[in-house]
């Protein structure tokens, strides 16, 4: 208990009155109380060794804790509407190339409902979540975050690692707080990237902390799933379906492979990313270009497409006198070569035999074309 002449008695009640928000939930509130603990606590040590004193032991790392704790908060609850979030703007789903069939059943199960709530309810009710699952690179987060946009949402993005805590109990603590905010703040959506690494099988060897996780989110999903009125929806995107939960496939009832892009999807991207661009490329010399990436991801595509810009920029300065500079007006326009040239370098990132995995996996789990 702290006496009167505590000189951290003051300390000790703002993370009395932190710690008190946590379990409830109070993130913001929590986060608050923490910031002025570690404050008082660095602020009161320093002036006692001014002063020749020495703090009381422990109370320094307590410090540290608190402020470690106020930030974890800060990061995993900020939520922020999806248009004041630099980068955002620019993620519509008009603009994700190809995806067909995966952006038709986000449509229909996730931003329609969405907008339009008294439609869907009862037997027409929403999946409260989705899971996008495929090869890396194939445009999982990017869709996820250009789903939020359309439908309106508050997008909270969180991270196994955001939601791990040396302290036990303190995951479990922040899972509730996530959902607490969610609902608060719905119509929303809990991104969870690499959802994996959260929600992998629980096996017998695993530390009690991420199983006692799981678990939580478990139950925190099945309130999002029962309760009525509020649109709370998780979406999970992973590249390893494979080592998820069966208790969590079973929650995210809607499960979408996103693909490697076909030969349009990668034509369209193609399209796109050169359109700022000076460009020599014909028609067919595109198609050629198109047909030699097969099996290429949509960020192998974008590599591929930085890494030919770069051509023109070695030929202009190959051809410069001693002392001359660049000039941006001056470079030769993109061409095919540049493009067979940048082949070799970047090379496809995702290996063949994995895709029978994901195949497979959509084969047994997944929504049907
Ligand atoms: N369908 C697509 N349309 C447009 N750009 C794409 C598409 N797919 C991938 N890209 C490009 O690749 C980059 C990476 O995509 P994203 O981060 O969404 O991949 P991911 O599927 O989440 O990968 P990972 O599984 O590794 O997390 C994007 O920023 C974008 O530039
Ligand atoms: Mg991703």
């Known amino acids: 208990m702290a006496s009167p002449h505590d000189p951290f008695a003051d300390a000790r009640a703002s993370a009395q009155l932190a710690v008190a928000a946590d379990t409830e939930g109070r993130a913001a509130s929590a986060a608050d109380h923490y910031e002025r603990a570690a404050l008082t606590i660095s602020k009161v040590a320093q002036r006692m060794r001014a002063h020749g004193g020495v703090p009381a032991p422990g109370i320094e790392?307590?410090?540290?804790?608190?402020?470690?704790?106020?930030?974890?908060?800060?990061?995993?609850?900020?939520?922020?509407?999806?248009?004041?979030?630099?980068?955002?703007?620019?993620?519509?789903?008009?603009?994700?190339?190809?995806?067909?069939?995966a952006k038709r059943v986000l449509e229909e199960a996730v931003i329609e409902p969405f907008l339009n709530p008294g439609v869907y309810t009862g037997l027409r009710?929403?999946?409260?979540?989705?899971l996008l699952f495929g090869p890396p690179g194939t445009g999982k987060t990017l869709l996820a975050r250009a789903v939020?946009?359309?439908?309106?949402?508050?997008?909270?993005?969180?991270?196994?690692?955001?939601?791990?805590?040396?302290?036990?109990?303190?995951?479990?603590?922040?899972?509730?707080?996530?959902?607490?905010?969610?609902?608060?703040y719905a119509p929303s959506v809990v991104f969870v990237?690499?959802?994996?690494?959260?929600?992998?099988?629980?096996?017998?060897?695993?530390?009690?902390?991420?199983?006692?996780?799981?678990?939580?989110?478990?139950?925190?999903?099945?309130?999002?799933?029962?309760?009525?009125?509020?649109?709370?929806?998780?979406?999970?995107a992973t590249n390893r379906p494979d080592?998820?939960?069966?208790?969590?496939?079973?929650?995210?009832?809607?499960?979408?492979?996103?693909?490697?892009?076909?030969?349009?999807?990668?034509?369209?991207?193609l399209a796109s990313l050169v359109a700022g661009e000076v460009t020599a490329l014909t028609k067919a010399e595109a198609s050629q270009i198109v047909s030699m990436t097969k099996g290429y991801s949509g960020s192998d595509v974008r590599s591929l497409c930085e890494e030919a810009a770069q051509g023109p920029v070695r030929e202009a300065r190959a051809s410069l006198r001693p002392g001359e500079r660049l000039d941006a007006s001056a470079l030769p326009p993109l061409r095919k070569r540049h493009f067979v040239e940048a082949l070799r370098v970047v090379r496809p990132s995702v290996p063949p035999e994995s895709l029978a995995m994901y195949e497979d996996w959509a084969r047994a789990y997944a929504v049907r074309s």
Do not use: H
């Open 61 to 101: 790392t307590a410090g540290a804790q608190y402020a470690d704790r106020a930030r974890a908060l800060r990061a995993t609850l900020k939520p922020a509407k999806p248009a004041e979030q630099p980068g955002f703007l620019s993620c519509e789903l008009a603009k994700i190339a190809g995806l067909g069939l």
């Open 125 to 130: 009710a929403p999946p409260r979540g989705v």
């Open 148 to 184: 939020s946009r359309e439908a309106k949402a508050c997008f909270l993005s969180v991270s196994a690692s955001a939601l791990t805590s040396k302290w036990v109990g303190e995951g479990e603590k922040m899972v509730r707080a996530l959902f607490s905010v969610a609902r608060r």
């Open 193 to 236: 990237d690499e959802v994996d690494s959260l929600l992998s099988k629980r096996s017998a060897g695993e530390n009690d902390a991420s199983r006692r996780i799981k678990t939580e989110f478990l139950v925190q999903m099945d309130g999002v799933t029962t309760g009525e009125g509020d649109r709370v929806l998780v979406m999970g």
């Open 243 to 269: 080592e998820l939960d069966d208790a969590v496939i079973r929650r995210f009832q809607r499960r979408v492979l996103i693909p490697l892009p076909d030969a349009a999807g990668r034509k369209t991207m």
